[in-house]
């Protein structure tokens, strides 16, 4: 069984989204001038923006258009941070060559990263910070991590242990 098809027996069906938009995907990539992990796009098309149980948000684009994807992965306000504390921030954020591509945050204030430094974004690395500046990070592509999360095996130390709950479920935005 897939990650995907993991995830699809763990959360639910989709309630809302369930359909794949080419058209957004392609305008993210052309934004960011990578494309992005095939999985990571496949879930949200199947699930759309949303989080689960509310604690952990993912997003998308919805409209593709050069403000909402500014908005979803601009990183200059870090890029800046970086550069005046690179002890804080020990990796770079794109589009510095392998910087990190943001596609989540948490209820805690953790931020949830691709790290790309491979050439094929479907074995980009998963890089998470805390919101007290601890990091974590780990292989396997993005379904494979959510599982891991379930699993309660790799996954960020200062992630709560209550999460994800045994009846976890997607909540889409849309």
Known sequence: MSSLDRLRV?????????????????????????????????????????????YLWLSRPLEGDAAELDGLWSLEDWRRARLSGPDLYPYPFHPDPGGLISWGSDEDGSRYYFLALEPDPDEWRIVVSSECNRWFETAGTFCDFLVRCFDRIDRPPFMPRRWPFPDARYHSDA
Do not use: C, Q
Request: proline share 9%.
């Open 10 to 54: 763990l959360l639910g069906e989709p309630v809302v989204w369930g359909w794949a938009r080419p058209r957004l995907w392609t305008a993210a990539e052309r934004y960011l001038g990578v494309g992005l992990p095939s999985d990571y796009k496949a879930f949200l098309d199947l699930y759309g923006p949303g989080s689960i149980d509310g």
